[in-house]
């Protein structure tokens, strides 16, 4: 299936694409930032997603909690996530809101700053801590997200740190930290606008040009370090994590190619016929046949800077020890590198993968936010409309290559959370892991 | 840089007219209802079969075996097992999922139209011809007794259990789990299996709904072919004891030593799904917790930073299910997050809620009307639940005149008729030496401590 795309790009540098679909009368706004918590800088983990926050406290028009009020009396929805490499915020609202839509979005890019107050930054300060204790602290594998990254990433590295924050952290920033970030970060020229569904596209132009064209360019950003890395780990790292869990639980990390490439699609499907749903190789083996896991799965991270992780995520029945769980993934990894994946698997694997993209493009907003991702990561929105054929091409061998070169022993990250009672298993594996 | 253009907003254009997919409803030769809602955007159909096999069904002391029965469905059939069930539908770029809820067992999928035909066939045999094999019940009610054990560490599900046993009489099924407790699910036997499948998978009480790229004639042949076969008569329909635990209001603790946030819920059983007061109790419900911008999430968020969220919902069952407030509070705002519900509670009874605040409420639900049935799922388990609850027909038509007309007297009597401070069950996972101090204080109710288990510590 292919959308139909328009782009265009602003003076100020704001790139818009737009995608028509009359079917409903409702439309979808996308705005991608081009930052994340990579972008933070030391002694302020977390503050990108505190930013992120902070957007919807009111602009120089927009009073506090008047945007969520706004968007939800018109029958939308709304919401923004924080991730490494960029913030989204997002709304899908009945087609004739579509200007006042855009007018909230220019209000809070263009005149964020005096909506702000200290008063603002203190409450969803302790808004985001109490989502930290929620997500994180009080939650069983919690802090699984800020070990990982920190195990795969070396300290340097922008994908390193915590993305929601250490508590001290957040406790540091202030309302300079705020007004800071916005004039760097915020900009039109660090930003994509996607549109989707039901609108009329001279009037949508217009409106864009009306509400965002005055914005000035931004003084441009900081450079991030260089984030390339090799290919490989170059050494099998492990992290036994004794806490407060019922059954261990695995996450074996890879460290795999960039979102967008090649490679990257042999990788996501590798990690279809290792980890996605029953008919899975993890599945037949860890959780139906030796019954040695719950759940099992793997994912990819999506990341179009550096690298990207390949992770499996497998949680143990009871009775079985965490060390006896990552033999058992580990086992069945040796056995892929070994055994040659069949076209079957893989047409398997493609199969899934292709009923879930068209699955996900029913949804206005599900369109616009891939179109954003492509149009910020590699300037083409078009390549949303390629993602099959992508996925179609990988072959058996392809999978095959990058088994070989990147699920060997010196490419794998065990996280492992193992219950705090039973230390003696964590003694074991850490006995092993040091034999 | 000039910011005349802000000054003033855009007003909204005029509105394009939206309806609800039309569907049709037939009966298949054998006594399955066939609802369809064609919509040819995408070439794709998702298929639901909702049996009259939810948890009620189950007997006293066998909790859990509707939940087991629908996901043994999926582990094999007379002539293929599991795994090859799985592969099958997966190769079709399609996976097969079924589980009890209350009232009913949802078996569904999606699928591409070009392997419809194909993945109807299997679809079919998975509710026609399960052979329900001995090694994989046994793997199934290990996995549930491993997530039950799992839960003792999680705060949020063990919240919503917790209040779920607090909230119901004894004797309702309500007042446990969904899919069932340790001893409940160990109890339970093939046999068990067997009869509550054969008692209750039956064709006469059967619905299958198809939504997407497919015409009725096309759907009643399909199906006629795939499902032919199967026969059996509407089970008998199930009497539910709904009832609250009696008593008035109590503050219940369950351990969750050095947690650093409070999971709480404040609840009592509310009302069946049909009922005259749905639309008024909605709305109410959308104001009190409902929505981001409701009272409870704008006082314990946006006014005192207690917590990430918080909401209220009326959970719809054909029975009575329960009215629930959720949130979690840093653990030192606990009483006080507490004592603010309550207080909400008792604004929303005691005087009308303000024009503004209706129009927020209702112009959101008419509004997102459209947004919430942009997928071929959404359309189908939509027109699924108009089966389970029989709905008549004209509900969606008429759903957002019927929304619109909700008035601030409504809404005040519903609260009146509908929220009951003097019953409501609060119970709080966390730290007993840091919440329960001040929990008495609030003088809430009688307070009563628990271990991790849930077994009774005293007062």
Same mark, same amino acid.
């Given at each position: 299936m292919?959308?139909?795309?328009?782009?265009?790009r602003?003076?100020?540098?704001l790139?818009?694409?737009?995608?028509?679909?009359?079917?409903a009368?409702?439309v979808?706004?996308?705005l991608?930032y081009h930052?994340?918590?990579?972008?933070?800088?030391?002694?302020?983990?977390?503050?990108?997603?505190?930013?992120?926050?902070?957007?919807?406290?009111?602009s120089?028009?927009?009073?506090?909690?008047?945007?969520?009020?706004?968007?939800?009396r018109?029958?939308?929805?709304?919401?923004?996530?924080?991730?490494l490499?960029?913030?989204?915020?997002?709304?899908?609202?009945?087609?004739?809101?579509?200007?006042?839509?855009?007018?909230?979005?220019?209000?809070?890019?263009?005149?964020?700053?005096?909506?702000?107050?200290?008063?603002?930054?203190?409450?969803?300060?302790?808004?985001?801590?109490?989502?930290?204790r929620w997500s994180?602290?009080?939650?069983?594998?919690g802090?699984?997200?800020?070990?990982?990254?920190?195990l795969c990433?070396?300290?340097?590295?922008?994908?390193h740190?915590?993305?929601i924050?250490?508590?001290?952290d957040?406790?540091?920033?202030?309302?300079?930290?705020?007004?800071?970030?916005?004039?760097?970060?915020?900009?039109?020229?660090n930003?994509?606008?996607?549109i989707a569904?039901?609108?009329?596209?001279?009037?949508?132009?217009?409106?864009?040009?009306r509400?965002?064209?005055?914005?000035?360019?931004?003084p441009?950003?900081?450079?991030?370090?260089?984030?390339?890395l090799?290919p490989?780990?170059g050494e099998?790292?492990?992290?036994?994590?004794?806490?407060?869990?019922?059954?261990?639980?695995l996450?074996l990390?890879?460290?795999?190619?960039?979102?967008?490439?090649d490679?990257?699609?042999?990788?996501?499907?590798?990690g279809?016929?290792?980890?996605?749903? *029953?008919? &899975?190789? #993890? +599945?037949?083996?860890?959780?139906? $046949?030796?019954?040695?896991?719950?759940?099992?799965?793997?994912? =990819?991270?999506?990341?179009?800077?550096?690298?990207d992780l390949?992770?499996?995520?497998a949680v143990?029945?009871?009775g079985v020890?965490g060390?006896?769980?990552?033999?058992?993934?580990g086992?069945?990894?040796?056995?892929?590198?070994?055994?040659?994946?069949?076209?079957?698997?893989?047409?398997?694997?493609v199969?899934?993968?292709?009923?879930?993209?068209?699955?996900?493009?029913?949804?206005?907003?599900e369109?616009?936010?891939?179109?954003?991702?492509?149009?910020?990561f590699?300037?083409?929105?078009?390549?949303?409309?390629?993602?099959?054929?992508r996925?179609k091409?990988?072959?058996a061998?392809?999978?095959d290559a990058?088994a070989?070169?990147?699920?060997d022993?010196?490419? *794998?990250? &065990?996280l #492992? +959370?193992?219950?705090?009672?039973? $230390?003696?298993?964590?003694?074991d594996?850490?006995a092993?892991? =040091?034999a | 840089m000039?910011t005349?253009?802000?000054a003033?907003?855009?007003?909204?254009?005029?509105?394009?007219?939206?309806?609800?997919?039309?569907f049709?409803?037939r009966?298949?030769?054998n006594?399955?209802?066939?609802?369809v809602?064609?919509v040819?955007?995408?070439?794709?159909?998702t298929?639901?079969?909702?049996?009259?096999?939810g948890?009620?069904?189950?007997?006293?002391?066998?909790?859990?075996?509707?939940s087991?029965?629908?996901?043994?469905?999926?582990?094999?059939t007379?002539s293929m097992?599991?795994?090859?069930?799985a592969?099958?539908?997966?190769?079709?770029?399609?996976s097969?999922?079924?589980?009890a809820?209350?009232d009913?067992?949802?078996?569904?999928?999606?699928?591409t139209?070009?392997?419809?035909?194909?993945?109807?066939?299997?679809?079919?045999e998975?509710?026609t011809?399960?052979?329900?094999?001995?090694?994989?019940?046994?793997?199934?009610?290990?996995?549930?007794?491993?997530?039950?054990?799992?839960?003792?560490?999680?705060?949020?599900?063990?919240?919503d259990?917790?209040m779920?046993?607090?909230v119901?009489?004894?004797?309702?099924r309500?007042?446990?789990?969904m899919?069932?407790?340790?001893?409940?699910v160990?109890?339970?036997?093939?046999?068990?299996?067997?009869?509550?499948?054969?008692?209750?998978y039956?064709?006469?009480?059967?619905?299958?709904?198809m939504?997407?790229?497919?015409?009725?004639d096309?759907?009643?042949?399909?199906?006629?072919?795939?499902?032919?076969?199967?026969?059996?008569?509407a089970p008998?329909p199930?009497?539910?004891?709904?009832?609250?635990?009696?008593?008035?209001?109590?503050?219940h603790?369950?351990?969750?030593a050095?947690?650093?946030?409070?999971?709480?819920?404040?609840?009592?059983v509310?009302?069946p799904?049909?009922h005259?007061?749905?639309?008024?109790?909605?709305?109410?419900?959308?104001?009190l917790?409902?929505?981001?911008?409701?009272r409870?999430?704008?006082n314990?968020?946006?006014?005192?930073?207690?917590?990430?969220?918080a909401?209220s919902?009326?959970?719809?069952?054909r029975?009575?299910?329960p009215?629930v407030?959720?949130?979690?509070?840093?653990?030192?705002?606990?009483?006080a997050a507490?004592?603010?519900?309550?207080?909400?509670i008792?604004?929303?009874?005691?005087?009308?809620?303000?024009?503004?605040?209706?129009?927020?409420?209702?112009?959101?639900m008419?509004?997102?009307?459209?947004?919430r049935?942009e997928?071929?799922?959404?359309?189908?388990?939509a027109?699924?639940?108009?089966?389970?609850?029989?709905?008549d027909?004209?509900?969606?038509?008429t759903?957002?005149?019927?929304?619109?007309?909700?008035?601030?007297t409504?809404?005040?009597?519903?609260?009146?008729?509908?929220?009951?401070?003097?019953?409501l069950?609060i119970?709080?996972?966390?730290d007993?030496?840091?919440?329960?101090?001040?929990?008495?204080?609030?003088?809430?109710?009688?307070?009563s401590?628990?271990?991790?288990?849930?077994?009774?510590l005293g007062?």
């Open positions: 292919r959308i139909p795309i328009d782009t265009f602003l003076a100020n540098g790139f818009v694409t737009l995608s028509e679909d009359h079917s009368p409702i979808a706004v996308n991608w930052v994340g918590s990579a972008n933070e800088r030391e002694g302020r983990t977390g503050f990108a997603h505190l930013f992120e926050h902070m957007l919807f406290q009111g120089a028009h927009v009073g506090t909690n008047e945007h969520f009020e706004t968007i939800q018109a029958g939308g929805t709304l919401n923004g996530s924080t991730w490499e960029r913030t989204n915020y997002f709304e899908t609202v009945p087609s004739n809101h579509l200007e006042s839509i855009l007018w909230l979005e220019a209000d809070r890019m263009g005149y964020l700053l005096p909506g702000m107050t200290q008063q603002k930054l203190d409450l969803q300060r302790d808004v985001v801590k109490n989502e930290r994180v602290d009080n939650q069983p594998y802090t699984w997200l800020e070990r990982l990254d920190a990433f070396p300290p340097t590295h922008p994908f740190h915590s993305l924050g250490s508590m001290a957040l406790s540091a920033a202030s309302l300079e930290d705020v007004a800071s970030f916005f004039r760097t970060f915020y900009t039109p020229d930003a994509v606008l996607s569904g039901d609108f009329d596209p001279a009037a949508a132009r217009a409106a864009i040009d509400y965002f064209g005055h914005i000035p360019r931004g441009g950003k900081p450079p991030l370090p260089d984030m390339m090799p490989t780990f099998r790292r492990r992290e036994v994590v004794p806490d407060a869990v019922a059954l261990p639980r996450f990390a890879f460290r795999s190619p960039v979102f967008g490439s490679d990257y699609y042999a990788a996501s499907v590798c279809a016929v290792l980890g996605m749903r *029953r008919g &899975s190789r #993890l +599945y037949r083996a860890l959780v139906r $046949e030796q019954q040695l896991a719950q759940e099992i799965g793997a994912f =990819t991270f999506d990341l179009a800077k550096g690298a390949l992770v499996i995520d143990a029945r009871p020890s060390a006896e769980l990552e033999h058992a993934v086992r069945e990894v040796d056995r892929l590198r070994e055994e040659r994946v069949t076209a079957e698997e893989v047409e398997r694997a199969a899934l993968i292709e009923a879930d993209i068209v699955n996900a493009m029913q949804s206005a907003g369109r616009a936010d891939q179109l954003s991702k492509f149009a910020t590699f300037g083409d929105p078009r390549l949303v409309n390629e993602q099959v054929d996925y091409a990988v072959t061998r392809a999978v990058f070989q070169a990147r699920l022993e010196d490419n *794998r990250a &065990s #492992l +959370y193992v219950p705090r009672a039973a $230390e003696s298993v964590a003694q594996v850490l092993e892991a =040091t | 000039s005349a253009s802000f003033t907003r855009p007003l909204p254009g005029e509105p394009r007219p939206y309806a609800f997919p039309r049709e409803r009966t298949l030769s006594g399955i209802t066939l609802v809602a064609p040819h955007r995408l070439p794709i159909v298929v639901i079969a909702v049996t009259d096999a948890s009620v069904a189950d007997p006293l002391g066998r909790e859990g075996l509707a087991l029965v629908a996901a043994m469905l999926a582990e094999g007379a097992d599991g795994e090859m069930l592969l099958r539908f997966e190769r079709l770029g399609t097969f999922s079924a589980y809820d209350w009913v067992g949802v078996a569904s999928m999606t699928v139209r070009s392997h419809l035909a194909d993945a109807l066939a299997l679809f079919a998975t509710l011809a399960p052979s329900f094999p001995a090694r994989e019940l046994e793997r199934l009610k290990a996995e549930r007794l491993a997530e039950l054990l799992q839960l003792r560490t999680e705060p949020r599900g063990l919240a259990e917790m779920a046993h607090f119901y009489a004894p004797e309702s309500f007042a446990r789990p899919a069932g407790g340790a001893a409940a160990e109890a339970i036997t093939a046999r068990d299996v067997g009869e509550l499948y054969t008692a209750r039956r064709a006469g009480g059967t619905t299958i709904v939504a997407g790229d497919v015409s009725t096309d759907a009643l042949a399909l199906l006629e072919e795939s499902f032919g076969v199967w026969g059996g008569s008998a199930i009497a539910v004891v709904d009832a609250p635990s009696p008593g008035a209001r109590t503050v603790v369950v351990t969750k050095d947690a650093p946030q409070s999971e709480i819920r404040v609840a009592h509310g009302i799904r049909i005259p007061d749905y639309f008024r109790v909605t709305v109410m419900n959308a104001v917790g409902g929505l981001f911008s409701s409870i999430n704008l314990l968020r946006e006014r005192n930073a207690y917590t990430y969220g909401r919902e009326f959970d719809w069952r029975a009575a299910g009215f407030v959720s949130t979690a509070v840093a653990s030192e705002a606990t009483a507490t004592r603010e519900i309550l207080a909400e008792d604004r929303m009874r005691s005087e009308p809620i303000t024009e503004e605040e209706l129009t927020l409420a209702t112009s959101y008419s509004g997102v009307f459209p947004i049935y997928t071929t799922a959404a359309i189908a388990t027109l699924a639940n108009l089966v389970v609850y029989g709905l027909d004209s509900y969606f038509d759903y957002r005149a019927n929304i619109e007309s909700v008035t601030t409504d809404v005040l009597e519903a609260a009146q008729r509908h929220l009951h401070p003097e019953r069950r119970v709080v996972i966390g007993p030496a840091e919440v329960a101090g001040p929990l008495a204080a609030l003088d809430a109710g009688p307070v401590l628990y271990d991790a288990e849930g077994s009774p007062s």
